[in-house]
């Protein structure tokens, strides 16, 4: 559907990420960031999900000048708490305790650097997810499963954790980890990509 006009690096190795942009009919090529991820004291999830996103970018930008570089970075959060992955299944039990019956925000922040081309964007989108009710055997079977671990929040709409969302007011890629339609409209808006 769409061809880059600059080699395009993700600087992610999501698989949902990576996933989005295939199914655009993108080629690009797979850079991680290797990043610290530690919110800054008092940092909003918007701003720190931007400046994930932002550093992610610039670190494998100044290596790839002639690349459309996209970074992404998603935060889970509950009345501005950032919830980021579970270092154990204590701590992904004791999140999904906590989000489940309230609405919670996920927010990706995601930034488009280009050194040559003079383009840095760094824009973030808001999604609200609403969580049901389940009881803690039920939520402890799902973080025992594994599909929590390695995940903001301790799950994924996309898969096992489907179950637990009651609701999405918003952009549903954006809880997966990818803001599709506000990423597509930068690359537009920056001439970046042709219509096949």
Known sequence: MFTACCPLILASTSPRRKEYLAQLGLKYQIIPASIDETPEPGELPQQFSRRMAASKAKQIADDHPDSCVIAAD??????HYIFGKPRDKREALTMLMSLQGRTHAVTTGFALLSRNRNIEEVASVTTEVTFGIF???ILQAYVNSGDPMDK?????????GSFLVQ???GSCSNVVGLPIHA?????LRHGLLNIC
């Open 167 to 169: 609701s999405v007011t």
């Open 152 to 160: 903001a929040g301790a799950y994924g709409i996309q898969g096992k």
């Open 74 to 79: 998603t935060v889970v959060a509950l009345d």
């Open 135 to 137: 009881t803690e055997t």
């Open 183 to 187: 990423v597509v409209q930068s690359l």
